[in-house]
């Protein structure tokens, strides 16, 4: 009977438009992020945006938990909605974390596997951005759902390749008096690639969502 009654209830399709906005915070933090990557004085220019990026994106995690304490009926259900804003917020907490380390540890020249992480930050926000929306038709976007997820994946995977190889020549590079900014490059790679496995962790959690709703 409550199943039934639910189904008369009307629904509260607001949250896919509020994961939109936030994935969208999410690609604006990505491309922000990868411009400061570029090195010298772009670093101070854009690592304030970084951080609105970041700022604007919690406004709506905020709201969207609001939301699902006061809708009666949600879109699936209200533990995934909260897991899933959760784990999209991660990413553009990740490049927070990234960016205040490039700033406090006064780095500004950056090898291009830095920019090669950069870009693989910012073609899983896109991708991430593309996924959102198909979520208001889960059962008939199934396919493609899992299609951009799996991409997400690859990225990811790619990313780690990148970071190994980086560190390692790094490594290899660094001279004895420069092991102060080995150590400090060695944290920004590796808080980089910890931007890319939070989305790989968002993935997964969309792809539990299309698993229990299909």
Not at 174 to 196: G, M, S
Request: glycine content about 4%.
């Amino acid at each position: 009977m409550l199943r039934w009654f639910r189904r008369l209830m009307p629904r509260e399709e607001r949250f896919f438009e509020m994961y939109t906005r936030h994935a969208d915070c999410v690609v604006r933090g990505a491309t922000e992020l990868q411009a400061m990557l570029e090195g010298g004085a772009a670093v101070q220019r854009h690592f304030p945006a970084v951080l609105a990026a970041e700022d604007d994106a919690d406004a709506v995690t905020r709201e969207v938990v609001q939301a699902v304490r006061r809708t009666f009926v949600t879109p699936f259900d209200r533990g995934d909605i909260q897991a899933l804003i959760g784990r999209m917020d991660d990413t553009v907490d990740q490049m927070k974390k990234a960016a205040k380390a490039i700033v406090l540890f006064e780095l500004t020249e950056f090898d291009p596997d830095f920019r090669r992480m950069g870009d693989a930050i910012l073609r899983c926000s896109g991708l991430l951005r593309e996924v959102v929306p198909l979520l208001s038709q889960i059962s008939a976007n199934a396919g493609k759902i899992n299609a951009l997820c799996e991409q997400i994946r690859q990225v990811e995977g790619e990313a780690d390749d990148v970071h190994d190889a980086g560190v390692t020549d790094l490594f290899r590079r660094t001279r004895p008096e420069d092991a102060l900014r080995f150590i400090a490059a060695r944290e920004v790679f590796d808080l980089l690639e910890k931007v890319v496995d939070r989305f790989d962790d968002a993935a997964d959690e969309i792809e539990t969502i299309v698993v229990e709703h299909v």
